[in-house]
């Protein structure tokens, strides 16, 4: 109960963040109910199979070749489906005054990340199907396996090859906040690379930060919006939940259960797939045209785990935040830092528990700042009492 508590660290949510917070979920559901009727749309009208007879036409009847052309097809056509939502997205970060990024940079950041997706996207599928022709049988179990060495090799990557596609990093040159992040890391008996600028403010007024990489190019990166406005306590409070995650290895272990949930969903995929086959809705396995099957079962299973996955992601969060109260003097800029993220990038506070509980991958920030108030008196009472 919020009994006795200082008023000024539990400010309510303004009406336009709650605003900007639904008509954010809502474009996130009519974006995810676009793909999804897709999808439907291409396997019951016959659309993937009159798609991937103009592959092969355009493709001289090369296997490899067709399958690349359907996959740009098929994100082509899915992109002109959501783009107005995207649009829409872009607008509305504008609107509530998140982002002062020009037009031309966005659509420049849209054909960046079309590309991106489609290179990627194409090399998945392509090991995909070549994969199914050599062994109908237990393509599902080696092409998870090579998956999840490209998504080992992604994640590593991402640093240093895929993030500075569409921002600026550089070393932090702070030399206080340097000596911070040595002090933390030595504490905590680790050692991180290396704490990098993020030049967020050139698209979006949001703060953030975020722990990235793997072995050689594990990072800790803090936006600029957050490293020029945010006190050096403040900082250090959001270094130190970083830290946390990186002791605690949640990457890694997210990983891992990302791997668990891909095995399910490879599994689930061979079985539709030799079922759809059974029933003559596709010649044969390698008929790339059940693309939108496959695509399809993971959207699904992703929809119905989203909430189990979220409950472990705050469970992640709830870690590192208790690893940032051990590790700094006061939780106090802890609270403050909460509250000023809250404010800046416009978040709810206090979502309604369903909201939290499909959506969230972070607790409410009202809970946050409750846990760290408790650790706290938690800690005064052991002090008291030795
Ligand atoms: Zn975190």
Redesign the pocket.
């Known amino acids: 109960m919020a009994t006795a508590v200082n008023p000024t660290s539990h400010p309510t949510d303004s009406p336009a963040a709650r605003r900007y917070n639904r008509i954010g979920r809502w474009l996130g559901m009519a974006d995810f109910l676009v793909g999804f009727v897709f999808l439907i749309g291409l396997l019951v009208t016959g659309w993937s199979g009159w798609l991937r007879d103009l592959a092969y036409r355009w493709g001289f009847q090369n296997y490899s070749i067709a399958v690349f052309l359907y996959v740009f097809l098929l994100l082509v056509i899915s992109k002109a489906l959501g783009f107005g939502l995207d649009y829409y997205g872009f607008r509305l970060e504008r609107r509530f005054q998140l982002s002062n990024q020009r037009l031309r940079s966005w659509l420049w950041d849209q054909a960046k990340s079309f590309l991106l997706g489609l290179v990627m996207i194409s090399i998945v599928v392509e090991l995909l199907y070549f994969t199914m022709r050599q062994s109908p049988q237990h393509w599902w179990l080696i092409t998870w396996a090579l998956l999840m060495g490209l998504f080992i090799m992604l994640a590593q990557l991402a640093p240093v090859l895929l993030l500075p596609i569409f921002y600026k990093f550089e070393p932090l040159d702070n030399e206080d906040l340097r000596r911070r992040v040595v002090l933390l890391s030595q504490r905590a008996g680790t050692q991180v690379r290396g704490v990098y600028r993020w030049k967020l403010s050139e698209k979006s007024k949001k703060a953030n930060?975020?722990?990235t990489g793997l072995g050689s190019t594990r990072r800790i990166i803090l936006a600029d919006t957050l490293l020029d406005n945010y006190t050096p306590d403040e900082i250090e409070a959001v270094l130190a939940?970083?830290l946390?995650?990186h002791v605690h290895r949640?990457i890694l272990k997210s990983i891992l259960v990302q791997a668990g949930i891909t095995l399910l969903g490879f599994w689930a995929a061979n079985w539709a797939l030799h079922y759809a086959v059974d029933q003559h809705m596709f010649e044969q396995l390698s008929d790339f045209a059940n693309l939108p099957l496959l695509a399809l079962i993971s959207t699904v299973l992703s929809l119905l785990l989203m909430p189990a996955l979220n409950a472990y992601s705050r469970f992640?969060?709830r870690q590192?935040?208790r690893y940032a109260f051990e590790s700094i003097t006061s939780v106090a800029p802890f609270i403050s830092s909460m509250n000023r993220l809250a404010e800046q990038n416009l978040a709810e506070r206090t979502p309604s528990k369903w909201v939290e509980w499909l959506f969230h991958s972070?607790p409410a920030i009202s809970k946050r700042v409750a846990a760290a108030e408790a650790w706290e008196r938690e800690q005064n009472a052991v002090g008291f009492s030795v």
Do not use: R
Request: charge should be negative; proline fraction near 0%; glycine fraction near 8%.
């Open positions: 930060a975020a722990l939940h970083e946390g995650h949640h992640n969060e590192a935040d972070h």
